[in-house]
């Protein structure tokens, strides 16, 4: 068998070794040489962030990569970035190549399909968009409120600063820690006060009985008015009433006689002369009995037979 050349050998060992480095670099970088694929192209004013073989997904999920970015010299001020994607999708007019950061700043393309039926051409230019990141989000958003509140922190460490240095903070400490000793000195008194309770509370169910007692002889005296007043309403009050302003009509009569100077009653009350009369009588009547009682025999005469 005869013996290749060295040269040969050498030379076929450099392909073979550049090919390994082409498919190992196009493998590093997620490119699938063997895999047939299609190519768009969009247009951006803007790609920080964005690499080769950047994701190109769909709703998540991955349908290509960034096959390649170029400056469009023919179009100043735009990036024109080539995405190499599956053979098996087809993309429809009015589909958008959004340029999304993520938070650590790391840019891929996210396609959004349009609505038309339509179907775009292999090479065909796709709408490029920017959709802003989170990061452009807190710069644009959280950072302007940030740099605003920065000097009211300033003038609010400033303050701390002056109460934190006040002489008074101690002395209020000193009134707090104080606070706290007679809340604690409250809260034994307290205890003990609960300690003492269940005989407050044997005392309480002694008053509550007698309180019953009370409210069952209660209940008896309210029985009993209660049938005082049946018996009241039972008795003749109309009868006995009328007898009452019978009586009082009777004794004004009796009144008004005495007070009548023309009458028996008002001459015996009100005429001087019949009063001294009626006196002279009555003490010529008392010396009369007075003698028969020392002269019997002078007024009574006895005769026998």
Same mark, same amino acid.
């Given at each position: 068998?005869?013996?290749?050349?060295?040269?040969?050998?050498?030379?076929?060992?450099?392909?073979?070794?550049?090919?390994?480095?082409?498919?190992?670099?196009?493998?590093?970088?997620?490119?699938?040489?063997?895999?047939?694929?299609?190519?768009?192209?969009?247009?951006?004013?803007?790609?920080?962030?964005?690499?080769?073989?950047?994701?190109?997904?769909?709703?998540?999920?991955?349908?290509? #990569?960034?096959?390649?970015?170029?400056?469009?010299?023919?179009?100043?001020?735009?990036?024109?970035?080539?995405?190499?994607?599956?053979?098996?999708?087809?993309?429809?007019?009015?589909?958008?190549?959004? #340029?999304?950061?993520?938070?650590?700043?790391?840019?891929?393309?996210?396609?959004?399909?349009?609505?038309?039926?339509?179907?775009?051409?292999?090479?065909?230019?796709?709408?490029?968009?920017?959709?802003?990141?989170?990061?452009?989000?807190?710069?644009?958003?959280?950072?302007?409120?940030?740099?605003?509140?920065?000097?009211?922190?300033?003038?609010?460490?400033?303050?701390?600063?002056?109460?934190?240095?006040?002489?008074?903070?101690?002395?209020?400490?000193?009134?707090?820690?104080?606070?706290?000793?007679?809340?604690?000195?409250?809260?034994?008194?307290?205890?003990? #006060?609960?300690?003492?309770?269940?005989?407050?509370?044997?005392?309480?169910?002694?008053?509550?009985?007698?309180?019953?007692?009370?409210?069952?002889?209660?209940?008896?005296?309210?029985?009993?008015?209660?049938?005082?007043?049946?018996?009241?309403?039972?008795?003749?009050?109309?009868?006995?009433?009328?007898?009452?302003?019978?009586?009082?009509?009777?004794?004004?009569?009796?009144?008004?006689?005495?007070?009548?100077?023309?009458?028996?009653?008002?001459?015996?009350?009100?005429?001087?002369?019949?009063?001294?009369?009626?006196?002279?009588?009555?003490?010529?009547?008392?010396?009369?009995?007075?003698?028969?009682?020392?002269?019997?025999?002078?007024?009574?005469?006895?005769?026998?037979?």
């Amino acid at each position: 068998m005869k013996r290749l050349p060295k040269t040969f050998v050498i030379g076929l060992c450099v392909i073979i070794a550049l090919l390994v480095l082409v498919f190992g670099i196009n493998f590093l970088k997620g490119v699938n040489l063997f895999k047939a694929a299609n190519y768009y192209y969009a247009s951006y004013t803007n790609v920080a962030g964005l690499n080769l073989s950047a994701p190109v997904t769909i709703n998540g999920y991955k349908v290509g #990569l960034v096959r390649d970015i170029q400056y469009a010299y023919d179009n100043p001020g735009h990036i024109k970035v080539e995405l190499s994607l599956d053979k098996e999708l087809h993309l429809t007019r009015g589909t958008k190549a959004m #340029l999304v950061t993520d938070m650590l700043g790391t840019a891929s393309i996210e396609l959004v399909m349009g609505r038309d039926p339509q179907m775009l051409e292999v090479g065909s230019e796709l709408i490029g968009q920017t959709s802003s990141g989170l990061m452009d989000n807190v710069s644009q958003d959280l950072l302007p409120g940030i740099t605003a509140m920065i000097p009211k922190i300033d003038s609010l460490l400033v303050a701390l600063t002056e109460v934190a240095s006040n002489p008074a903070i101690g002395t209020s400490l000193d009134h707090l820690n104080a606070t706290l000793v007679n809340l604690e000195s409250a809260s034994g008194q307290l205890n003990g #006060l609960m300690r003492s309770m269940p005989g407050i509370v044997s005392d309480a169910g002694v008053t509550m009985g007698n309180v019953k007692s009370m409210s069952s002889n209660l209940n008896v005296i309210s029985n009993d008015l209660t049938s005082v007043s049946n018996t009241l309403k039972g008795m003749p009050l109309d009868a006995t009433m009328n007898n009452v302003l019978e009586a009082s009509r009777s004794l004004n009569e009796v009144l008004a006689n005495l007070n009548n100077p023309n009458s028996s009653m008002g001459l015996l009350l009100n005429d001087r002369q019949l009063y001294q009369n009626l006196s002279n009588a009555s003490a010529s009547l008392d010396s009369l009995l007075i003698d028969v009682k020392k002269n019997p025999k002078r007024y009574i005469s006895l005769k026998l037979f």
